[in-house]
């Protein structure tokens, strides 16, 4: 019934942080399997999480070139790959494609960088030189797997949180919680 939807409603009520703002945030992700390990963090902030599977489709690609251009936003999109041939040419084929399909954007690679692979003592294996992309990476291959959970969500919190006013945050997250209790309220009187 209505009571019933209303209170769904509620429950699921998100005001967007990124409506009044001139730019727009994504994180694209290499790998499905770690989209439950980055999800709380861009559904907290309400950000696109793009998950990849490898090298993206060119349908999916045009997809996002269109809700970019939509948008008329300054697109800013956060990478978490593998530092392997692969997962280091993920972002220069995303930033052709896109580019070809008129999106202005710029493109972060925020993890597996050679810093985090030291600093952080992630386990490496060799890189296979058969593969023709390896020409460019220096040292071993570490999977983003190997970066644990903690530091991703904390790699991707840090890196949204500086595109937003916090104190403008906390206003809106004010204003949600009262429409939400509107939400309610409207659900007992039906």
């Not at 104190?167 to 659900?187: D, F, N, Y």
Request: proline share 4%.
């Amino acid at each position: 019934g209505i009571e019933d939807a209303l209170r769904a409603t509620a429950r699921l009520y998100r005001r967007s942080l990124w409506d009044g703002l001139d730019e727009v945030v994504e994180v694209w992700l290499e790998k499905e399997a770690l989209a439950r390990v980055i999800y709380p963090v861009t559904e907290q902030w309400t950000v696109d999480l793009m998950v990849c599977r490898g090298y993206p489709r060119l349908s999916y690609l045009h997809e996002a070139a269109e809700y970019a251009i939509a948008a008329s936003k300054l697109l800013t999109i956060y990478y978490l790959g593998d530092l392997d041939p692969s997962g280091k040419d993920i972002p220069r084929n995303i930033r052709d494609r896109l580019t070809e399909f008129g999106v202005e954007f710029d493109l972060i690679e925020l993890a597996v960088t050679r810093d985090q692979v030291h600093e952080w003592n992630l386990p490496s294996r060799p890189t296979k030189r058969t593969d023709t992309r390896s020409q460019g990476l220096d040292g071993d291959s570490v999977e983003l797997d190997a970066i644990p959970a903690h530091r991703l969500r904390e790699l991707g919190d840090t890196a949204i949180r500086n595109h937003l006013d916090l104190q403008q945050v906390e206003h809106l997250l004010t204003i949600e919680r009262e429409e939400r209790r509107g939400l309610l309220q409207l659900a007992e009187a039906a």
